[in-house]
């Protein structure tokens, strides 16, 4: 399993439905994996705590996405207007996850293994990219009169952005740093992405069409 993946993947394709046609399911979340093993001494686990600690701030700050897509409004599409207008409320809302995503990671302190350095710069460029798209998206979908024969090439258009996000793994890179994978399976932030029956479970149908 990719932790952290299906939880957003879910929550986001269910708000694609609003914009595009019907026929696409939503991902189901899969459970994270328990590390198998013998346990860790005391020392280790002191060692570790610092590493744990980081992993817990990080899965925090991605979490401020899930949360804000949690609450983002449904798509009404009973008129060309309603579309634009509650397409750009959603389209905000998705901004604004991506801002608080972004200032947490940046505020996050230097990881304890340097490794993480590497995959906090990698999460910040991805939020980064998807920020921009999702911004373009939106600025179209706000300077589209409802009358224009192009509202619908727009209001489709904005799915671009969404599918995008739904394909970031918020805990990307983790696995292949071994002291961050053993971390996030112990950080209880992290165990909220990816456990079934967590928070982000709860939030993978925000409202359908």
Same mark, same amino acid.
């Given at each position: 399993?990719? &932790?952290?993946?299906?939880? %957003?993947?879910?929550? *986001? !394709?269910?708000?694609? %439905? ?49 949360? !804000? ?39 996050? &302190? ?8 590497? *995959? ?13 798209? *999702? ?6 979908? @706000? ?7 192009? #509202?619908?090439?727009?209001? =489709?258009? #904005?799915?671009?952005?969404? @599918? ?7 805990? @990307? ?10 971390? =996030?399976?112990?950080?209880? !932030? ?11 479970? =709860?939030?993978?149908? &925000?409202?359908?069409?």
């Amino acid at each position: 399993m990719r &932790p952290g993946k299906t939880a %957003l993947a879910a929550l *986001v !394709s269910v708000m694609g %439905l609003s914009l595009v046609a019907c026929g696409q399911q939503p991902q189901r979340v899969s459970p994270g994996a328990a590390p198998d093993g013998p346990g860790i001494s005391r020392g280790e686990a002191e060692q570790q705590a610092p590493t744990v600690r980081w992993a817990d701030d990080y899965c925090l700050a991605v979490g401020k996405l899930v949360q !804000s897509l949690s609450s983002m409004p449904a798509v009404d599409p009973s008129s060309t207007e309603r579309a634009l207008q509650t397409s750009s409320k959603l389209l905000g809302s998705m901004l604004t996850g991506l801002d608080d995503t972004l200032q947490q990671l940046r505020r996050l &302190p230097r990881s304890p293994v340097e490794a993480g350095e590497g *995959v906090r710069d990698t999460a910040i460029e991805t939020f980064s990219g998807a920020r921009a798209k *999702v911004a373009a998206a939106r600025q179209r979908v @706000d300077s589209t009169p409802p009358g224009d024969p192009s #509202a619908k090439d727009a209001l =489709s258009a #904005a799915s671009g952005p969404i @599918d995008e996000v739904s394909k970031i793994e918020l805990l @990307d890179g983790f696995t292949s740093v071994p002291e961050l994978s053993t971390a =996030s399976a112990q950080a209880v !932030s992290c165990q909220q992405l990816t456990n079934h029956g967590g928070p982000s479970a =709860s939030l993978s149908r &925000p409202g359908t069409p």
